[in-house]
């Protein structure tokens, strides 16, 4: 049913945790299975420099969080946004099955949040610097 | 090899019921149907082996059907004893029912007859009197298995099937989680139709058995050359028949010790596991069946405990096997009143004859620390 | 042993296929629906053996659909086309079906379809021509089998299926004495739907085969927790699969050193048999299956001479197999316009791979001989 | 299916032919199923001396036939003439499968046949020598 790579991951997930003080904090929540996934990430010069993730959900759910956090670290906030669908399902081995696609997504929006979660507070952070209030 | 704790979902076939089978396979040559020796050979091998199921149960070798499984057997006494039934078009069902039962009641149910889908408590347990109660002059049949196989619980069969005696309603029960694990007998239970599976009590897969009681009219639903009695038309699996027969001959022979066993077992998971904070057990606490553990895990989805433990060597099953794979929540657990959360983290544990109880307790011990581990990973819990 | 000669009847399994099956039932632990590796390990086993049936008939993995028998697929066949097709109520369908077919159409035309029952001429074979007159367009769909099992005359299957798909009606075809005997192959044969069976090609017992056309639609005849995209219902019978996997390897790999074979006996055997005075050969005499040799016997009837033979060590069959209890006329045999004595007379005989040119010898002599006896005894011919 | 006595009488059937100027001969014919039973006899200071029988026809059938010639062989024809289904079933090694009661019918009609023959050519002597004409 499942790939190696994706038990791999889902019996030993990486990074698992959520970061004190993190620079970005995102969460999914997927309303008709009740899966949740949440980043905490810390970012140093532009680059991802720790992550921590949490799950609960289904096998690919939890397994995919994983898969990310490792494709993330150390890279930049640019890659690491730019990571794909394709590139998460690589990870976990390939094809996941019927209707369990939607793990990948809810990894990705959870990412994608935490991310922006950074970009709105150095945005806030820079107005306050800058004094700036539109 | 890991350790097996799914004997719900198929039990290995006892080497004693694959010796059997062999035998067949490898020495009789020829179809039932054929009258030259082997043919009678062949003929003579079921006969005895209709024997055996019969013992079994308690009833006449001509009043046991060999079928291709258990879902066969449910799916003949439900459109057999409908289609039987003329102009009565009201059905009585649990709704706990295996979907063998289910999907063909409510296949029934789609093209025009009413069903009255009973009502179970929290144990997941039917209440005669409201049985009673649901049974109408029009009623075709009734339905309630002997003991679920998503919980474990055992049902009232006895008590049922003499109400629907007494109210002229014929009645059958979808006992493929019960025969070979419990006492199952048609004298003591006055089922009208009792289906099990071979592959469910250390026989082979691919053969299953309805019981029809002497006397009880069934329509046929399938068509050919008129094998057992025109109900199960096809040449017959001898092979498999011989190592159910000889299946049903080791658990009459063995049933006590194998419920004590298993009740040892049993008993020693629920209280290690019980002993973990969050987990509770569901189903009825006595009246469940020897070998089955279900509970539900707090905090925790079930798949990915199922896994963590497959992959340290320890097979269970999550939900009922049938439709494992969905993620649905099962109707079993919600007709109980569990939460869709509570459901989706439902792990069933089934012991067997040859688990050890060295193996149960490092089972509990795995099982604690898979949760840990999902737990620790759960953004639920430690927001 | 004595020697075998009933393959038509049932094959025995070929020692690799139950090697196969073995291997399963010891090693394998799991439902294909549990998602331990126990389970995904049968499952596997499950799709690998899909890939070589398909391989067999040249069709794709995902249109083959295991059932527990060949009757069972022709069932699903017949009722899923009928039922699929809506407000159409009329079956065209050949007199020489099997009666997993004919059966299955009767109980149809009792419940209120029109049934036109094809003629077939002496051999036991359908017009193209007149195929194409019986089709209407409210034709829910038409059927002929690929070979006969009594008589074994090879119908002209790939054309009726083209006027079929020309015309737009689904086409079935029973194809259990064909497979693994004949190059049968669904992409040379626009058929909708094909079946078969384990047991007939050295496969298991208990397991049979439902080819269907990607996009042919049929509805569902059982119900459970939808194994086999909710056609057969029930937990699959791995081992079953496993064998009939490796049965249709073995036909891939051995078809045309099988048939040769297979030939050479049979014709041996026509040959011997016909300068016996007063024995004729029914069914056609060259477009007929390899392993099948089926003889009337002027004034003696088959059921003494089978036993006798039997007697002798020879496994021969009278009539079809699987009504052969019975003291009926062959439905077949009158459709070819054979008269009740003839038929009644007809004994079948059916070789396969592990016949000898000596055994065949030895049994030509000794029918020779058994028939001679039977004539002796009898009042009708030296009155 | 069969029983061995009726296989061991199928196979190696007992006096099986016609025997020449016979005292009786009967025979009997089952229209539905088409078989026919003859016997021909030969009687002697009133005990059957010699038998011979030929049938066409099931199993039963034939064995039936031959079971019979075995029974009467060397009875009086009182006894034989009372040998009972039962008897004959017996011989067969008990009971035949449903369906297939009617060789014996066949057959003890066959025998029946004989003897009255027997008795009527009988009658019709003892007539000739008194020169009686009723
Ligand atoms: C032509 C044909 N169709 C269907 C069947 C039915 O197959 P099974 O007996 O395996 O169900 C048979 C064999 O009995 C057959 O010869
Ligand atoms: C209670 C119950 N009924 C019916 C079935 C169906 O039996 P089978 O899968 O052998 O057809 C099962 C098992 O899957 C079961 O547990
Ligand atoms: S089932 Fe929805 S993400 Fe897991
Ligand atoms: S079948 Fe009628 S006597 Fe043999």
Redesign the pocket.
């Known amino acids: 049913m499942y790939r190696p790579e994706l038990i791999e991951h889902l019996v030993r997930p990486q990074n698992v945790g959520e970061l004190s003080e993190p620079d970005g904090f995102g969460e999914s929540g997927h309303a008709a299975c009740g899966d949740v996934v949440r980043f905490t990430v810390r970012i140093s010069n532009g680059t991802v420099a720790a992550v921590g993730y949490k799950a609960y959900g289904c096998a690919p759910c939890i397994a995919a969080g994983s898969a990310m956090t490792e494709l993330i670290q150390g890279e930049s906030i640019i890659r690491a946004a730019a990571i794909s669908r394709e590139d998460l399902r690589r990870a976990l081995g390939g094809e996941l099955p019927e209707g369990k696609e939607h793990a990948l997504t809810l990894v990705l929006d959870a990412l994608h949040r935490a991310l922006e979660d950074y970009w709105n507070r150095e945005a806030e952070e820079a107005d306050l610097v800058e004094g700036y209030r539109g | 090899m890991g350790i097996y704790l799914d004997h719900?979902a198929t039990t290995p076939p006892d080497p004693r019921v694959l010796e059997a089978m062999l035998r067949h396979l490898r020495e009789v040559r020829g179809n039932p149907s054929s009258i030259h020796s082997g043919g009678v050979a062949a003929r003579n091998a079921i006969e005895e082996a209709r024997e055996e199921v019969a013992r079994l149960l308690g009833a006449e070798p001509q009043e046991i059907i060999f079928t291709g499984?258990?879902?066969?057997a449910?799916n003949l006494a439900v459109f057999g004893l409908a289609r039987a039934a003329g102009e009565k078009r009201h059905i009585v069902a649990a709704p706990i029912e295996?979907p063998?039962?289910r999907n063909a009641v409510k296949h029934l149910e789609a093209g025009g007859y009413e069903v009255t889908w009973l009502e179970v408590d929290a144990y997941g347990v039917v209440d005669p009197e409201a049985f009673r109660r649901a049974l109408r002059p029009d009623t075709a049949f009734a339905t309630v298995?002997w003991a679920?196989?998503e919980v474990g619980s055992v049902q009232p069969v006895a008590e049922l099937a003499e109400i629907c005696r007494e109210c002229g309603v014929p009645f059958h029960t979808?006992a493929?989680?019960a025969v070979g694990h419990l006492p199952v007998s048609v004298e003591e239970a006055p089922v009208f139709t009792l289906?099990f599976?071979g592959?469910?009590l250390y026989g082979p897969p691919g053969v299953?058995v309805l019981y029809v009681r002497e006397g009880v009219e069934l329509a046929p639903v399938s068509f050919g050359g008129g094998q057992e009695r025109g109900l199960r038309n096809g040449t017959e699996n001898v092979a498999g028949i011989c190592g159910l027969g000889v299946a049903c001959r080791i658990a009459r022979a063995e049933l006590e010790e194998r419920m004590r066993h298993e009740r040892e077992l049993r008993d020693r998971i629920i209280s290690g596991l019980t002993r973990i904070p969050g987990v509770s057990l569901n189903g009825h606490p006595e009246r469940r069946l020897p070998n089955n553990v279900h509970v539900s895990v707090d905090g925790v989805e079930a798949e990915g405990l199922v896994l963590v433990l497959d992959a340290q060597g320890f097979a269970v099953g999550k939900g009922s096997?049938?439709s494992s794979g969905e993620h649905k929540a099962s109707p079993v657990l919600l007709a109980m009143g569990l939460g869709e959360r509570e459901a989706f983290s439902a792990v069933r544990i089934s012991v067997g004859r040859e688990n050890t109880v060295e193996e149960v307790d490092r089972f509990v011990e795995a099982f604690s620390g898979a949760v840990a581990g999902l737990r620790e990973l759960s953004p639920l819990r430690t927001g």
Chains 1, 4 share one sequence.
């Open positions: 719900a499984g258990g879902t066969e449910d295996h063998a039962v298995m679920n196989n979808d493929v989680q289906a599976s592959h469910k299953g096997a049938c």
